[in-house]
């Protein structure tokens, strides 16, 4: 589909059956600020999620025109009060899912720390995921067995990089420039370490700089249908 931003979100406000004050509204903007992205004067990329989860749309084609628009499994706000559309058809107050990109741990370990701006692995699928999420998210998958019994090999962890990491989170990390690793950080006085749950690997004692390249907020597990 070729189109650009401003026409795309006013494509999903007339999706949504929503006013510009509406949305606004419902998003923390003013009016202006609305209407003025709709009109291209304006691009407000930080709202771009918001805009898209209140309308119901997909946020990848809201902020790049690629994939399909509507949103899979979700619902839009209704504009109409009573929780239900003008013809009667119930609503969800909230999208049921959104898609976040699964990257390959090269390709994280390339630009991990990056800004967003230069953020851009290449995506090898799409993973379902809550929209609390922070549009920064990405998913990767369990690459073997050190965080088991929670985390098998080849299950996908959703990374938000906007999280700093804490005492007994599991995050990904690494010291100076070493690959990347999936652990459970662990603060023991002044000392750090990054801990794997499988008993069979060593704690790992961080003795240089430590840089959180994000932290693991949820997993994701499809099953072998066949």
Known sequence: MNS???????QARK??????????????LSQTAIHKIECGRSRLSR??????????VDPIWLDTGLGEMALAGGAHYASVPGGTLKEGESYRPFPLIARI???SWDDMAKFCGESKDNFNPSITAWVPVSPRAS???????????SMEPEFYEGEIIVVDPTMPGSH???LVAREGSNRPTF????????QQYLKPLNPRYPLIEVRGSLQVCGVAICKYKEYDQH
């Open 135 to 145: 549009e920064r998210c990405f998913a990767l998958k369990v690459p073997d067995d």
């Open 101 to 103: 990109p699964l990257v």
């Open 4 to 10: 650009n931003l401003s026409e795309r979100i006013k």
């Open 47 to 56: 709202k771009t999620v918001s805009i898209a989860l209140t309308c119901g």
């Open 15 to 28: 999706h949504a059956g929503l006013t510009q004050k509406e949305l606004a509204d419902k998003v923390g």
């Open 183 to 190: 652990k459970q950080m662990i603060h023991h006085g002044d």
């Open 168 to 170: 007994n989170q599991f």
